[in-house]
């Protein structure tokens, strides 16, 4: 529901709704409501570690009610 704390671990699948927070582990899919904040978490090849990026729904392009996914490069792609 809104306002809600969700975290899930790698492969998950987290919907909350308007104001929510959403932690998801590798390949987890996110979707939140209006003023929701997105955290992903990806396997960077490169520097050898997993990292981490914090999206806020209703800015930079992120649509609410969308799921997401973490690309290979730390980006929210639609699923």
Known sequence: GDGSTLTGGDGSTLTGGNGSTLT?????????????????????GAQGR???????????????????RMDAAGMLVCV
């Open 24 to 44: 998801g582990g590798n390949g987890s899919t996110l979707t939140g409501g209006d003023r929701s904040t997105l955290t992903g978490q990806w396997w960077d």
């Open 50 to 68: 997993y990292r981490r990026r914090l999206f806020t729904v209703g800015e930079n392009g992120i649509l609410p009610n969308v799921a997401y």
